[in-house]
């Protein structure tokens, strides 16, 4: 049988993501840069010879993946309400400081100190996405469970629909740390997945396996005026 290879992909750089705001279900345009990402990222797969694209609904989603397709003109995206962004209910629009610092130091741990993210997902996102829920005065956040079955339930659209060949998917960053999982039990990646990283799993005989981050198209050197970048 022959390999299905998906390339999992974070959308291009958003408004939100420069101002550090948390994002979630709520929507930002893409930024100069982002577009230039999404630009890059259709160059990417212009030699890929991809077979279908599945897309997060949501218009930073929509707007890269069409992006990713540029060479690809034939395939319809399907948008999938289960690739979403983890819904983060009244902390979305807030400042990322103004949820993570009190978080990570809720567990001993510091907010933006390298590898301490790594410690506080030890045994995975699912007791971070719970503690949200549980901070959320709203009561609008997702916990572990509900965005865990989303997930599944994407796979299991996904890989129903095509066994084989390359395929788009294209997500969100706290998504992946949950996405990838569910595709290659035990698979970890770390904090930071960059705008337009690409990673790729591959199914081979029931056998799931995951690539290297190619960042290349998050275009690092790329300057947006008028713009502070992260």
């Known amino acids: 049988m022959s390999a299905l290879r998906l390339h999992l992909v974070r959308h291009g750089e958003t408004l939100f993501n420069v101002r550090h ?3 979630g279900w709520c929507d930002a345009p893409l930024t100069p840069r982002g577009l230039k990402q999404v630009e890059a990222l259709g160059e ?3 030699d890929v010879p991809l077979v279908a694209a599945f897309s997060s609904d949501l218009t930073r989603t929509r707007a890269t993946t069409l992006g990713g397709l540029a060479a690809h003109p034939s395939i319809e995206p399907v948008w999938l309400r289960e690739l979403r962004e983890w819904n983060f209910g009244g902390w979305e629009g807030q400042s ?3 949820l993570w610092e009190p978080l990570f130091a809720s567990r001993g741990y510091r907010y933006g100190e390298e590898g301490h993210w790594a410690l506080l997902t030890a045994n995975g996102p699912e007791e971070v996405i719970d503690l949200i829920a549980a901070s959320d005065v709203s009561g609008l956040a ?33 998504a992946l740390q949950t996405l990838i999982p569910a595709f290659v039990p035990g698979a970890r990646i770390e904090a930071g997945y960059p705008n337009c990283g690409v990673t790729t799993v591959t199914i081979s005989d029931g056998v799931a396996s995951l690539g290297r981050l190619d960042a290349s198209c998050s275009l690092p050197e790329y300057v947006t005026s008028g713009f502070v970048l992260p």
């Open 44 to 46: 990417h797969f212009r």
């Open 142 to 174: 997702e916990t572990a469970a509900q965005v865990t079955e989303r997930m599944r339930a994407a796979v299991r659209i996904i890989t129903t629909a095509v066994d084989s060949g390359d395929v788009l998917v294209v997500t969100h960053g706290s």
């Open 21 to 23: 705001q948390l994002q």
């Open 96 to 98: 990322n400081p103004s």
